[in-house]
Each structure stands twice: as structure tokens, then as C-alpha cells.
């Protein structure tokens, strides 16, 4: 580590670490006057950069994610490219089921799988359900990076929610219909409800761990949640999200909390009386009817479509204008309404970051 | 052919078909006083049925498609099985996409695969735009079908619409996230145009002539609008869809049609204004919140969780009861939210139906 950078401690004063200069994005989110809208992208740090290619290579993904030197150096590379508000940390989502004893192997074409998914209810008895010192490596990067990023802006934590980690367990690698999951639901809903429960706690821990660690706001990717009907979303998942933003929310009152609910569509209502302070809205919807549907406490993210960004710059910055119009004056954050992809071009990305600073707050 | 069953020809004369006993469909879309709600379900024919598994055994998918006696035999399967009150012909998507030249092959784990997909406009240039007789045994298969039922429920024929088989054509197999699409619609607005115009005049003259052959009610299946935003939707794909309807409209004014919207949760105000009679929605909505939006001139289809159907039988009755509950008086038609799976049991299909023809309309 940095001679500059002291020894993390579970009770580190967070006062000690570099104060922050850029404030825009905490402002946003307790709703006080903006100059311009906060912004930053999903998957900031990803394969669309030259530099996060050349850092990731020859390391094996997974060991990747626990080291902490690499994925500080890739969460810094956006940020030392685009005049971002906000970084977000380079983990993974498949950290938590890993440190729950599930083998996963990357395979070529599928992405991250699991060797053995979930089969039935006596699988779950094999699970690890504490943290233990296994995730002691993603903090270091927080640490770390909450140092190395001096104060520029404030950094992110994540991890992936309940429904999106059960199927990906369950299903074995990309989940799509999801319907092995949906057996669970259906035939062994006891088990399913102990499985989400077990999600439920170790996120909530972990959340709270990057916190301690130095995360300035944490958000949950429920990316698969679009495959849900309501009736499931309300017996199973919504009463899993509420009390995971409520243990968050109980130890770091001050720290931010965000849902990124892709593809749910009849959930803002009840998100936005949940204890998450953001609701990171995806490209489907206009974000004047989201607004118009969780009132005016909860601050929105998102949203530009962003295979936009494959377009020309005119087309950017015109859909660009066309949301921010619609996002009042405080209380939104401008991101994507999902991650960058391998295949866009960064030049690009500048494009919409620069309508965002041009923007004009009425 | 059957010696009972009379020549096929581009006039003939519908009332030499066996006269339809069971009206339940179409008097729910023109609206008319229901004993009970319809009922049918997308994919009724499909491997969840031995008897299926059976018929198609040994022959080539996209062979079968073009056998009329099996085609014929499969769709009338489920129709012995289940007190269904429609049936909808076996065919494929992939029918129209074959004719414009585009070669299919079935992988393994992966489903229908072009071999050659679309990469630059010059490739729409190769692709051919007329039907000539190419699809006459899909029509064959509808003929002998109409006569075969007898009468004992309507015969309903489908395609699937522009942005769906857009979305195959140039993917290649399962369109994902349909970037590669998004790449032509964001840098190729004109070419993706253009290939929509392609589709959507087949995919009308498709209709009409299945129509024509006996079909009495045509749907169009829009199984992967949910990866797009509104933008595109409105700019590329609802006039094709309008377009499509009108067109059917046009050339047969007493036949209804209907659209099958997956995952896309703005459009319905949009198609309810459209000359679609019957909007089918995926299990994600509660009918009363759709109903609302799309008033009372349109016909609602469904919307059952597929994947309830994995459930014991009290959860399909609770869910049947709870669904039609909210579908009115008329203008409904029971059916899944999509369509059934390989793994899905017949007997629970029977329990819903048993439900539907429960349920006491008020």
C-alpha cells in the first residue's frame, strides 16, 4: 500500500480520510441547489477502456476482484479520463456468492457460471452465511481508492441485490427466464424465502462494510428483476430490499443508499417509501412519469438509453437535453439507464458527459 | 389431403368452412356478453406435450413447418387434451425470415441460429421481398385446419412482428440485449428503416393470406420490445406495427388481429388508438392497471405467469380468480402472460382452464 495511505481500521475516522471537493452528488441526493446535475455512467470502469483492458490482462477475473492495488487503478482510470462526479468501485457482484462457497468459473461466450448451482433446498445447508475476513480485500480497494481519489469526487459501493444473485446461483450463468428460479418460487417457496433471507443479511453486512471502508453511497444492482411479476416482487424481494436499506440506513444514517430495480416496472411506488435515498431509473422510461409517480424525497438517476451512445454526437446530446429537461432542478443524478458495453466508444461517453455539464438547471 | 376437405384457393368462399360452435372468442372481442371468459394459451402446442415430442420426432424443425398434416395434427393436439376455446396453427417466427433467404439452423442450447447475419445494408439488398408461393404450405397447414377443427373452436394464425425478426436477422439467435440491432438504429436509422419497411409489408401480406387460407384471428408477436426505449419504439416500430394493423384491417375488416408486446410496459395508450382489436400483455401487469390506461374499446389477453404453473394447484386457482377478477365483464381473453415451457406440466394447464371456465363473470 501507499506510504500515504494509512492501515484500514473497522473504526476508522472517516474525518481522516482527504476531504471531499466535489460535493454535487451528495447535494444531490439531500436535494440542494445544484449549479449542474451530478453525473457518471454504469460500468464507468470496463473492457470499453484501452487502459482497463491492459490493466485486467493476464489476471484470472476473479483474483482480479480481490486485488486491491488493480481495482483501485481501474476504478481511478474513468476518472482521470472524464470530468465524472462520482466513482464507483471495481468489484463484482459474484464476490458474494463466491464467499458463499460457490465455485464459479468464467466461460467464454456465457460469461461468469457457476460449477454447481443451486439443485435443491439441502444445497442451501452448505452455504456460508458470515463474511468472515473473505471480502477484507474489496474493502482494502475502497480504502485505498477513497485515498487515492483525494477528494476529487465521492466513491461508490455496490453489490448486486437478492432476485439478480438467486438467479444467477440458481440458474447457473446468465439467467433469462429465469426459470429454474421461478420453481424455487413456486414449488419450494420456504426454501426460496431462506435463500433471499440469507442474500438479504450478507448484503446488507457487506453494504455496510464498504461503508465503513470509506463508500460514500452504496447502491444495489437488481439488474434481472424485469422476469418478476408483482405478485412474487412483493411476497419475496420488496420486503428483502426494505430491510436491507433499513440495516444499512440503521448503522450509517448519513450514508446514501441506491436501487437500480432494471426492468421492474411497478415498482417505484414502493421504492420510493423505502429507506433507499435513490432509484436508479433504467432507459424504458420517461423520467418525468417516474417522478411524477415517487413524488419529490427520493432523488433519480439515470437514465439515457445507452445504445445512444453508438449514435452521433448530436443524437446524444439531443436525448441528453431531452432528460435532463424532464429531471427538475435537484434530486437527479445523470447516468445511463444501464452499463457501458465492451463495444462503446469512450469518445462517446465524453459527449454525454459534456451535455450534462452544459445543461442549464432552471 | 383428406378426402373431406375441399381445395384450397385464393377465393374461397369462408362460409364453406364448418360453421364455429364455439363463438366465446370472438364475441369477447367484439364485446359482446360472455357465459364465461375465453380461454386459450400462447404455445399450447409445444413440447410439454408427449404427443408433440412424438410428432415431431425425426423430422427437421424448419421441414415441419412446411408439412401441413403435421402442422394440422400438432395444432389439434392440444385442442383433444384441454377444453381450450381457441387453437393457433403450428408454425414458427422464423418462417418469414427463411423466405427472405436468410438460412436457419437449430444449435444446440442456443435455438434457431442464422448462419449469415445481417452485418451492413448491402446485405438488405439480397434479401427477398416477395412471398410468391414460397409460404403456401404454412397456408395448406391453416386450410386443413379449419376444416379438421370442424367448428369446434376458432383457428388463429400469427407472425412475429418488424422489430422481433429484426432483432433475429441481425443478431443471429437469441437477441440478448440487441445491441447489435441498436448499432443499426443508432448509426443506421435509414437502413433499419428500411429494413422495418421490409418486414412489416411481409408481415402484413403473412397475415392476410392466413386470413385468406382460414385464420380467424392473427397475432403478431413483439417478443422482444422490452429492450427498447420509447424513443425508438415511436419513431421505428409503432408505425410499422400501425401500419401492419391497418393494413389487415383494409383487406379484411370482419377479421380481428391481435399484438402480443412483451416487456414493453409505455405502449399500451398508444395501441389501444391502433386498429389491433386485441392487445395481449405479458404477466407483469395487473389487467386493472393496463385496462385503465387502454379503455374499454380494446380486447385484453392473458396474463398468467407462465411459470405459476410450476405451483400447486390452489396458487393457480388464486392467481386465475385474482386475474379475472379484474378483466371486466367482456372484452377478455384468458391466457398466459407468455407462453408455456418444455418443462411445464399439462396437468397443470388443466387446472388453470378449469379456473377460467370457473370463474363467474359478474
Not at 418460487?185 to 464498504?210: G, K, S, Y
Not at 411479476?229 to 450514508?255: D, G, N, T
Request: proline residues 7%.
Amino acid at each position: 500500500m501507499d506510504m500515504n495511505v494509512p492501515t484500514r481500521t473497522l473504526d476508522f475516522d472517516h474525518a481522516k480520510f482527504p476531504p471531499l471537493r466535489n460535493t454535487l452528488l451528495l447535494d444531490s441526493v439531500q436535494g440542494r441547489p445544484l449549479s449542474r446535475f451530478p453525473v457518471w455512467a454504469m460500468r464507468q470502469a470496463g473492457r470499453y477502456l484501452e487502459e482497463f483492458k491492459a490493466s485486467r490482462e493476464g489476471v484470472p477475473f476473479f483474483d482480479f476482484c480481490h486485488m486491491p492495488e488493480k481495482c483501485c487503478e481501474v476504478t481511478l482510470q474513468p476518472i482521470r479520463r472524464f470530468d465524472f462526479d462520482a466513482s464507483i468501485i471495481f468489484s463484482d457482484i459474484i464476490v458474494l456468492p463466491q464467499v458463499m462457497g460457490m465455485e464459479v468459473e468464467l466461460l467464454p461466450k456465457v460469461g461468469p457460471s457457476f460449477t454447481t448451482p443451486l439443485e435443491t433446498e439441502a444445497d442451501l445447508d452448505g452455504l456460508v452465511t458470515e463474511l468472515g475476513d473473505s471480502l477484507d480485500k474489496v474493502y482494502d480497494a475502497i480504502f485505498l481508492t477513497r485515498h487515492r481519489l483525494n477528494g476529487v469526487v465521492p466513491l461508490i459501493g455496490f453489490t448486486g441485490g437478492p432476485w439478480t444473485l438467486a438467479t444467477y446461483m440458481i440458474e447457473g450463468s446468465s439467467p433469462g427466464k429465469c426459470t429454474k428460479t421461478k420453481q424455487w418460487v413456486f414449488q419450494r417457496p420456504d426454501a426460496f424465502r431462506r435463500l433471499i433471507d440469507m442474500l438479504a443479511e450478507l448484503i446488507a453486512t457487506h453494504l455496510a462494510n464498504q461503508i465503513t471502508a470509506g463508500a460514500q453511497l452504496v447502491q444495489v444492482f437488481e439488474s434481472n428483476l424485469g422476469e418478476l411479476a408483482s405478485e412474487e416482487f412483493e411476497e419475496f424481494i420488496l420486503p428483502a430490499l426494505l430491510r436491507i436499506a433499513e440495516s444499512v440506513k440503521q448503522k450509517h444514517p448519513s450514508v446514501p443508499t441506491a436501487i437500480f430495480p432494471r426492468g421492474c416496472h411497478f415498482c417505484f411506488e414502493a421504492l420510493a417509501k423505502s429507506k433507499f435515498d435513490v432509484i436508479s431509473v433504467d432507459w424504458t422510461h420517461q423520467l418525468k412519469d417516474v417522478r411524477a409517480r415517487v413524488g419529490e424525497q427520493v432523488t433519480l438517476q439515470g437514465n439515457l438509453e445507452p445504445c445512444a451512445l453508438y449514435g452521433p454526437d448530436e443524437l446524444i446530446r439531443a436525448r441528453t437535453e431531452k432528460m435532463l429537461a424532464q429531471a427538475g432542478s435537484t434530486r437527479h443524478i445523470a447516468n445511463l439507464g444501464w452499463g457501458m458495453l465492451p463495444d462503446h466508444d469512450p469518445e462517446k461517453l465524453q459527449v454525454f458527459v459534456e451535455a450534462v455539464h452544459a445543461f442549464e438547471i432552471k
